[in-house]
């Protein structure tokens, strides 16, 4: 199986998330998704990175984030992981409960969710790791690498 | 780009002409500082015309509920006008699309208020 993997450390910054949501939508594009399903993309990673930024490491300048891109023959896979204290799931509300519409935050994670085949999130006490899984629909993994 | 705001008067009402992105950091706190001055000057009718948002994300529809229920808490009230494609699935994907009263005419968005 052919693989191309891509691999970042970035500060606990919001050019961090820029940079996260550039790169995802580079590497989308190079993938061959669509315009939609690359905007879909990296608004995930864009929200996932806005997580691990804040919610994980709180700003905090002596905590990295690391994101990991990595093309398969059927997917594209992208790895967030940050070096807080654990997201604690319970936690999370359901934002289209009727109790919660009118909530000004909570939604990033339920955006993800939408926009991604699979997403899979694993808390422990040394940081939470997301990993964000999309179907390459008729893709070829040999096709052009993403320029890093 | 980040975001850009520009005001104007039509019959009583106040329309902020929005353009570039809406995302955490400087384009929630721009959304949310022209509100909040609206309000506080009595311009309490005001039309988001978001025409020119190309991108908002999650932080960035929280400031549109923010600035909708600030508004609503103050006698005020707020409506969207011109949302683009990408936009209106964001509102439709997180229910908000209803909870919003949205515009796609301008002058029917004013003459509303009234």
Not at chain 1, 59 to 71: C, I, Q, S, T
């Amino acid at each position: 199986m052919t693989k191309h993997r891509l691999s970042y450390t970035l500060d606990s910054t919001l050019e961090t998330v820029e940079s996260a949501e550039q790169t995802a939508t580079r590497v989308a594009a190079d993938a061959g998704f669509d315009e939609d399903e690359v905007m879909r993309i990296a608004m995930a990673v864009r929200e996932a990175a806005v997580n691990a930024v804040l919610h994980g490491n709180g700003y905090d300048p002596a905590k990295k984030v690391m994101l990991n891109f990595e093309r398969t023959n059927d997917d594209l896979v992208i790895t967030i992981r940050d070096q807080g204290h654990g997201l604690d799931m319970s936690k999370i509300p359901d934002p289209l409960a009727p109790e919660n519409l009118l909530k000004s935050s909570g939604r990033g994670i339920f955006l993800i969710r939408s926009f991604m085949d699979e997403v899979h999130i694993q808390p422990s006490q040394t940081g939470t790791e997301i990993k964000l899984v999309k179907r390459v629909h008729g893709g070829s993994a040999d096709g052009k690498e993403a320029t890093p | 780009m980040s975001m850009k705001i520009s005001t104007r008067q039509v019959d009583g009402v106040t329309i902020l002409d929005c353009s570039g992105r809406i995302t955490l950091g400087e384009g929630s706190i721009i959304l949310r500082d022209n509100v909040s001055q609206l309000l506080a000057k009595g311009q309490k009718k005001i039309l988001l015309n978001l025409g020119e948002i190309n991108y908002i994300d999650s932080s960035g529809i929280g400031e549109l509920v923010t600035a909708f229920t600030t508004a609503r808490k103050q006698g005020g009230e707020l409506k969207l006008l011109n949302l683009t494609k990408k936009v209106h699935d964001l509102l439709q994907i997180t229910k908000l699309y209803t909870v919003f009263d949205v515009k796609d005419d301008e002058a029917a968005a004013v003459k509303s208020f009234n």
